[in-house]
């Protein structure tokens, strides 16, 4: 039986859906309503028990001994989200909130500063402490809140104690899954910036695996790629995962509706037990909640989102416009052109064969390149390359495919 930490109880916002024309939108002066719509950020970890795959040797795990210092939040099984946040500031006032004042390790602190970031984010003020205290967990958050450094800081923190105190070894201590390779990337760049000292790799299929192989031989600490890839690096015998201490699976969800179920539940079967599992997921389909019923020990819930189900960051306006396929080129071209003011635009599809139709039908006018699985690494690589860049302002891609870009200044 989960422990409810964190829920929202605000009533659930009616939603108001936009039926307008595109000649509507196009004006400048419409008057309309904006509203927020859900697109879920996620992550996971689970704990289970470790069964190596033939000739997969197995050893003795690791274990934690150092501790952090208090945080003054106030943990408890029932609490509104909005009111936590609330004592957290009341109790220290604003120098609660530094995270110099948290008491992480100083290599930290210092990178996030020079990063900008010197102030917990809600989400990661509420995971903090459970965290350092070792729970399990299954957090959900709105997109935009800095999920990932929400159960980063934890496991970086005791990851670099422990390295002081024991030395550092050759097997992952930490490893990250996640749906996607755009978004494993990120995942890892987050890890590399706010604990430089660190050693991380980010393993993903459609690069060569000998490289990844000889990385990994080398000894690293924080191991996150795709369930697809860690699956042919256990069978290749090239990961240990026998001192793993902290599993998370990032877009739990998503994992599920990219195919990767099956994979996901093997490595969970050859994990160490003795471990500490953070999930964060937007949803909760009956896979995940399997998954945690089965490998999460007496997890805490923190939920910042609660039934409201607007989990895109406050300022993003969404429109609905009804077309069929056919007509959707002929009603994009035009509100591209108003909107996007010839800027960057990101166009989402829910199949590979609509990104492949619309970016066809649209490149007879504008400069536009299609983003979805299908594509080769290389390719992939070229495609966001030259959208970067301004080769081309207009990139059509699967809502998969998607999910962890980097891009700034996109404009619509």
Same mark, same amino acid.
């Given at each position: 039986?989960?422990?409810?930490?964190?829920?929202?109880?605000?009533?659930?916002?009616?939603?108001?859906?936009?039926?307008?024309?595109?000649?509507?939108?196009?004006?400048?002066?419409?008057?309309?309503?904006?509203?927020?719509?859900?697109?879920?950020?996620?992550?996971?970890?689970?704990?289970?028990?470790?069964?190596?795959?033939?000739?997969?040797?197995?050893?003795?795990?690791?274990?934690?001994?150092?501790?952090?210092?208090?945080?003054?939040?106030?943990?408890?099984?029932?609490?509104?989200?909005?009111?936590?946040?609330?004592?957290?500031?009341?109790?220290?006032?604003?120098?609660?909130?530094?995270?110099?004042?948290?008491?992480?390790?100083?290599?930290?602190?210092?990178?996030?500063?020079?990063?900008?970031?010197?102030?917990?984010?809600?989400?990661?003020?509420?995971?903090?402490?459970?965290?350092?205290?070792?729970?399990?967990?299954?957090?959900?958050?709105?997109?935009?809140?800095?999920?990932?450094?929400?159960?980063?800081?934890?496991?970086?923190?005791?990851?670099?104690?422990?390295?002081?105190?024991?030395?550092?070894?050759?097997?992952?201590?930490?490893?990250?899954?996640?749906?996607?390779?755009?978004?494993?990337?990120?995942?890892?760049?987050?890890?590399?910036?706010?604990?430089?000292?660190?050693?991380?790799?980010?393993?993903?299929?459609?690069?060569?695996?000998?490289?990844?192989?000889?990385?990994?031989?080398?000894?690293?600490?924080?191991?996150?790629?795709?369930?697809?890839?860690? /699956? %042919? !690096?256990?069978?290749?015998?090239?990961?240990? =995962?026998? @001192?793993?201490?902290? +599993?998370?699976?990032?877009? &739990? #969800?998503?994992?599920?509706?990219?195919?990767?179920?099956?994979?996901?539940?093997?490595?969970?079967?050859?994990?160490?037990?003795?471990?500490?599992?953070?999930?964060?997921?937007?949803?909760?389909?009956?896979?995940?909640?399997?998954?945690?019923?089965?490998?999460?020990?007496?997890?805490?819930? /923190? %939920? !910042?989102?609660?039934?409201?189900?607007?989990? =895109?960051? @406050?300022?993003?306006? +969404?429109?609905?416009?009804? &077309? #069929?396929?056919?007509?959707?080129?002929?009603?994009?071209?035009?509100?591209?052109?108003?909107?996007?003011?010839?800027?960057?635009?990101?166009?989402?599809?829910?199949?590979?064969?609509?990104?492949?139709?619309?970016?066809?039908?649209?490149?007879?006018?504008?400069?536009?390149?299609?983003?979805?699985? %299908?594509?080769?690494?290389?390719?992939?690589?070229?495609?966001?390359?030259?959208?970067?860049?301004?080769?081309?302002?207009?990139?059509?891609?699967?809502?998969?495919?998607?999910?962890?870009?980097?891009?700034?200044?996109?404009?619509?």
């Amino acid at each position: 039986m989960m422990n409810t930490v964190f829920k929202r109880t605000t009533s659930l916002a009616s939603r108001r859906i936009l039926a307008a024309s595109a000649q509507t939108l196009l004006h400048h002066f419409h008057s309309t309503a904006t509203v927020a719509a859900a697109a879920r950020d996620a992550e996971t970890c689970f704990i289970n028990r470790f069964k190596p795959f033939p000739g997969f040797p197995a050893s003795a795990a690791k274990g934690f001994h150092a501790k952090s210092g208090p945080l003054y939040f106030r943990a408890s099984t029932s609490l509104q989200a909005e009111y936590a946040v609330e004592d957290y500031v009341e109790e220290k006032g604003s120098e609660a909130l530094e995270i110099s004042n948290l008491g992480i390790a100083p290599e930290i602190v210092s990178a996030l500063k020079n990063r900008g970031i010197t102030k917990l984010f809600p989400i990661q003020r509420a995971v903090l402490e459970p965290a350092m205290q070792g729970r399990d967990m299954i957090g959900r958050a709105k997109t935009g809140t800095g999920k990932t450094l929400a159960f980063g800081i934890p496991i970086m923190d005791k990851i670099i104690r422990y390295n002081a105190k024991h030395g550092r070894g050759r097997n992952p201590m930490c490893l990250v899954l996640a749906p996607t390779r755009e978004l494993a990337k990120q995942v890892e760049k987050e890890f590399h910036e706010s604990a430089p000292n660190l050693d991380t790799i980010c393993v993903y299929g459609g690069t060569p695996i000998s490289r990844q192989m000889r990385q990994l031989d080398y000894g690293v600490d924080v191991a996150v790629g795709t369930p697809g890839r860690i /699956i %042919d !690096l256990l069978k290749r015998g090239a990961l240990n =995962l026998s @001192e793993v201490q902290f +599993l998370v699976l990032d877009e &739990a #969800d998503q994992m599920l509706q990219v195919g990767f179920a099956e994979d996901v539940e093997t490595i969970l079967e050859r994990l160490p037990a003795n471990r500490q599992s953070m999930m964060f997921s937007a949803t909760m389909p009956n896979w995940i909640r399997s998954l945690t019923q089965k490998h999460l020990k007496n997890p805490l819930t /923190i %939920d !910042l989102v609660g039934e409201n189900d607007q989990k =895109l960051a @406050e300022g993003i306006s +969404l429109y609905s416009i009804a &077309a #069929d396929m056919r007509g959707k080129a002929g009603i994009l071209g035009p509100l591209i052109t108003e909107h996007a003011k010839g800027g960057k635009c990101i166009v989402f599809t829910q199949t590979k064969r609509d990104a492949d139709r619309l970016a066809y039908a649209m490149a007879r006018t504008f400069k536009c390149e299609a983003l979805h699985g %299908d594509i080769s690494q290389s390719q992939r690589e070229r495609t966001l390359s030259g959208f970067r860049d301004g080769h081309f302002n207009i990139l059509v891609a699967t809502d998969v495919a998607a999910r962890g870009l980097d891009i700034p200044s996109v404009d619509l």
